[in-house]
């Protein structure tokens, strides 16, 4: 595996993985507050995409938020996806991912 994904936290990297591998360019994720954010430049078919990838992943409950920021020179469009299945879980003094049967 690309040491790009080793170094990201464990219970987010299949969901970035998957969503590069479907042309989804993300740049910043987080296990402990659930979120994957990427970049825009066609929101149409990255919705598709993105839809697809929750889908495929088994992801049941999820948001994605297009944001865009308006400058007075441009504005951007940026992809902000939650989802409690990329929060890993503190129970019993253990961590776990949500979806752990343990």
Same mark, same amino acid.
């Given at each position: 595996m690309n040491i790009f994904y080793l170094e990201m936290?464990? +219970?987010v990297r299949p969901f970035v993985k998957e969503l590069r591998d479907n042309g989804i360019n993300t740049f910043c994720s987080c296990e402990h507050?659930?979120?994957?954010d990427a970049e825009s430049s066609d929101? +149409? +078919?990255?919705?598709?995409?993105?839809?697809?990838?929750m889908y495929k992943m088994?992801?049941?409950e999820w948001t994605a938020t297009l944001?865009?920021?308006h400058t007075s020179d441009a504005y951007?469009?940026?992809?902000?996806?939650?989802?409690p299945d990329f929060i890993?879980?503190?129970?019993?003094?253990?961590v776990q991912n949500v979806d752990s049967k343990n």
């Amino acid at each position: 595996m690309n040491i790009f994904y080793l170094e990201m936290e464990e +219970t987010v990297r299949p969901f970035v993985k998957e969503l590069r591998d479907n042309g989804i360019n993300t740049f910043c994720s987080c296990e402990h507050e659930g979120f994957i954010d990427a970049e825009s430049s066609d929101p +149409t +078919t990255e919705k598709d995409v993105i839809f697809n990838v929750m889908y495929k992943m088994g992801v049941k409950e999820w948001t994605a938020t297009l944001l865009v920021k308006h400058t007075s020179d441009a504005y951007y469009h940026r992809w902000e996806i939650k989802s409690p299945d990329f929060i890993k879980k503190r129970i019993y003094g253990k961590v776990q991912n949500v979806d752990s049967k343990n």
